[in-house]
């Protein structure tokens, strides 16, 4: 294993477009499994928990490590769907270089711009696989040139299709020029494909000789240029991300599968190649002999082997029995047993040396995007997941099951950092979160299975706020005759609206000792209950200012409850002449969608009293801006699922607050009386 070439390759895409079936593929073809797992038949090396079988898609990032001419490489296998997007950056941090899988007969699709989008900001070296070309309406070379609009790369085709939709047969490698059928077998290259090949050997000079110079002023200057003299510019073209092979296929039927294992082999670039690693000015090379630093980039909990963390070893050698520092949480973490992965099958080893990529079993404190060291003032920053966009409330089934639920939650947690859970006190509910509504069925399937509890989804309750409108004053006076000591308070306040999103201002105005500074904070202290509780329907009041400027005391009955009381007295006066108002929390959307589903989008916004604040073009991806109320939100991921085809996501955020339509107000009123009665 020591003198073997070390790669690690990703392979991305939309869901659907057939990911994890290249990477089952490249396995089978590579004799690191005897047979061609499928994800159909739940013999898929990827597909592994549970869940996803059930599905029959990824909804985790999986591992497969194994040799091939000399070449170690650790291929991760990533999930399409935008609800667990979240692995897709976790696998795309640990890799090198990424394998783009796009549908042919879908095209460019939303999911592949966004990703697309990440692989360019973290400038990986690419390869662009078109599968399922045995679908109807599809056009390779049409495809070719949506993804170059897509990327800044030079988009050069090493094989062409055979055929086209059911006809489509084999592919022709534009380099060996040679045609390979079903399962990868040498056929002859068909006679109608000579021109093609030919016409595409000549973009592959001309790709090499945009990066090389010295081939550049041959081919101005009209010599020949053969193929084998533009493999090592192609090479540095794909290493500096200015070129992109691009390959045609149908993995199930294994044609186009040994292509994209040349290409691996002979194109991608290995681990040692790329910079040193910078932290705080700081270079460090990546050798085996650097200091040890490594990455954590995904957490996984098997029943039987408790937490992994799954190990990026960015330079230097991690061993058994040794102890490195968790740089990002400050703790020293024991190595006790290191695996090397593939899917479910791990193999023990004694050490991952620079590049490799493992899992470490039973660490105390470490999850994912954690920095682990030799030295303690290394941290690499944490992986930029997308924030969760939905939320539900939670209930258990069984009474009693609370602390188990937190327990199983945070395990989940632990494992996604995509999704996030909190007992929110003031609407009194347990609030989960995540990217959209099938994560949250998967996390709560997990939450079942793996730790015994169900639970009920439930919509979340909107934290409205109340407001008043115009500006008040009122007196409050408490007085109380008991025998002996009295109660007496006496204050005048005055209510002002202020802009959305001020909050709430108290001020004190008594001058002349009207009211003794000592009992002043009692004043404030009855104006902040009464707020708390609301007074048209036990919302929290908000964006108002209050202030005290009159009132008067009793040198022996005034105390500090009397105060309280009092202002609480003269803030019910005011709110019965304020006008005051329901206002609701607008969240901020941003939903991503091919072009031919933007006018039912827009629509189904407007329908949610939303405003459409703009509209840009990203790519062949339309993104649209609007702010729509969250009360009108619910279940939203749902009905752009079905709206797009499964082809459009969205992000979501609170905005500000606005006021409640006046015909909406009254429902809400009487939402919580009842709630209240219940």
């Not at 194994?66 to 991760?76: A, V």
């Not at 520092?325 to 973490?333: A, G, L, M, Y």
């Not at 188990?404 to 996604?416: C, F, Q, V």
């Not at 959305?500 to 009211?515: C, L, T």
Request: net charge negative; proline share 4%.
């Amino acid at each position: 294993m020591a003198d073997n070439v070390l790669k690690n390759i990703g392979i991305f895409g939309h869901a659907g477009s057939g990911k994890t079936t290249i990477s089952d593929a490249l396995l089978y073809r590579c004799g690191a499994n005897t047979r061609f797992g499928k994800v159909s038949d739940k013999t898929s090396v990827f597909d592994t928990d549970p869940e996803e079988q059930e599905r029959g898609f990824s909804l985790s990032l999986a591992v497969a490590t194994f040799e091939h001419k000399n070449n170690l490489i650790n291929l991760i296998d990533t999930p399409g769907y935008s609800d667990f997007i979240g692995d897709a950056y976790s696998g795309l941090e640990a890799v090198d270089c990424a394998v783009l899988v796009i549908d042919a007969s879908a095209g460019v699709e939303a999911g592949t711009e966004r990703l697309l989008s990440e692989i360019e900001k973290k400038k990986k070296p690419m390869v662009v696989f078109i599968n399922k070309l045995k679908k109807e309406n599809t056009d390779y070379y049409k495809l070719i040139d949506a993804i170059g609009e897509s990327t800044k790369r030079s988009v050069v085709p090493l094989t062409i299709p055979i055929g086209s939709a059911n006809q489509f047969k084999g592919v022709v490698d534009v380099l060996k020029n040679k045609a390979y059928g079903q399962d990868d077998k040498e056929e002859k290259v068909p006679d109608e494909l000579k021109d093609m090949v030919d016409k595409y050997q000549e973009k592959i000079i001309e790709a090499a000789a945009d990066v090389d110079e010295e081939l550049m002023n041959k081919y101005v200057e009209g010599e020949k240029i053969e193929l084998s003299d533009c493999l090592e510019s192609l090479k540095k073209g794909i290493m500096d991300c200015k070129v992109s092979l691009c390959l045609a296929g149908e993995a199930l039927d294994l044609i186009g599968i040994a292509g994209l294992i040349d290409v691996i082999i002979d194109f991608l670039p290995e681990a040692n190649l790329f910079p040193p690693i910078e932290i705080d000015g700081k270079k460090i090379e990546r050798k085996d002999d650097a200091p040890f630093l490594g990455y954590v980039f995904k957490t996984m909990v098997e029943p039987h082997l408790g937490e992994i963390c799954y190990l990026r070893v960015l330079s230097g050698r991690v061993k058994t029995g040794t102890v490195v520092k968790n740089t990002t949480k400050s703790v020293d973490e024991k190595v006790n047993q290191i695996l090397l992965l593939k899917g479910k099958e791990k193999k023990e080893t004694n050490q991952l040396s620079a590049g490799m990529i493992g899992g470490l079993v039973k660490l105390k404190d470490t999850h994912t995007s954690d920095t682990l060291s030799s030295q303690s003032d290394l941290v690499l920053p944490p992986i930029q997941f997308p924030a969760p966009s939905i939320s539900m409330a939670v209930v258990p089934k069984a009474k009693g099951d609370e602390e188990k639920i937190s327990n199983g939650l945070t395990r989940l947690r632990d494992e996604d950092p995509t999704f996030a859970f909190n007992y929110d006190p003031e609407i009194k509910q347990l609030i989960i979160s995540g990217i959209g509504e099938l994560h949250l069925d998967v996390i709560l399937a997990r939450l079942k299975r793996k730790y015994g509890v169900s639970v009920d989804l439930v919509k979340p309750r909107i934290k409205y706020r109340e407001t008043f409108t115009k500006k008040v004053e009122a007196q409050g006076k408490y007085k109380k005759q008991t025998g002996g000591h009295g109660q007496y308070g006496d204050c005048w306040l005055r209510v002002e609206p202020l802009p959305r999103g001020s909050g709430y201002e108290f001020v004190n105005e008594i001058v002349g000792g009207a009211i003794p500074s000592r009992f002043i904070p009692s004043v404030e202290k009855g104006v902040k209950e009464s707020l708390e509780q609301g007074f048209i329907a036990g919302y929290p009041v908000t964006d108002i200012k209050v202030t005290v400027f009159d009132g008067s005391y009793h040198s022996v009955d005034s105390s500090d409850i009397a105060f309280k009381i009092a202002a609480s007295m003269a803030m019910k006066t005011n709110a019965q002449k304020g006008n005051m108002v329901l206002l609701e929390p607008i969240n901020e959307v941003e939903v991503y969608v091919p072009e031919a589903f933007m006018g039912d989008v827009i629509g189904d916004l407007n329908s949610r009293r939303g405003k459409i604040m703009g509209m840009e073009a990203i790519g062949k991806i339309q993104l649209i801006k609007a702010l729509v109320p969250e009360g009108e939100m619910y279940k939203y991921s749902t009905s752009l699922r079905s709206m797009t085809q499964g082809r459009g996501y969205f992000n979501m955020k609170f905005h500000h607050y606005e006021e409640v339509p006046r015909e909406i107000t009254q429902k809400i009123i009487e939402q919580s009386k009842k709630e209240k009665q219940e």
